[in-house]
Nanobody
Framework: QVQLVESGGGSVQAGGSLRLSCVAS?????MAWFRQAPGKEREGVAL???????YYFDSVKGRFTISQDRAKMTLYLQMDSLKPEDTAMYYC????????????????WGRGTQVTVSS
């Protein structure tokens, strides 16, 4: 059982930045950030595989950066140039497989951290 605990969410104005952290009990083959806005489906935002290859949802490319520090057992999501449409609950997720950004591929989830971007 992989345990994940997110932190770093908050309220920020459009154009601002936040860095989310996710402390993991272990690192898996694929680790990702998802988000879910009220009334919407949970969507994949960014993924990093154990080879350090990364993938991003189109709407966040060039603004968000996923990274990891294995010494600290922490996954990060640096979010810059934030927009109101980035407002959502952000979740850390882990999978033992070589997966993409499909929600159903991830067996382990944190409880989320709220990000609110005002215009």
């Amino acid at each position: 059982q992989v345990q994940l605990v997110e932190s770093g969410g908050g309220s920020v104005q459009a154009g601002g930045s936040l860095r989310l952290s996710c402390v993991a009990s272990e690192f898996t083959t694929s680790m990702a950030w998802f988000r879910q806005a009220p009334g919407k489906e949970r969507e994949g935002v960014a993924l990093i595989q154990e080879t350090l290859r990364t993938y991003y949802f189109d709407s966040v490319k060039g603004r968000f950066t996923i990274s990891q520090d294995r010494a600290k057992m922490t996954l990060y999501l640096q979010m810059d140039s934030l927009k109101p449409e980035d407002t959502a609950m952000y979740y850390c997720a882990a999978s033992h497989g070589w997966d993409g950004l499909r929600r159903d591929d991830y067996a382990f989830w944190g409880r989320g951290t709220q990000v609110t971007v005002s215009s």
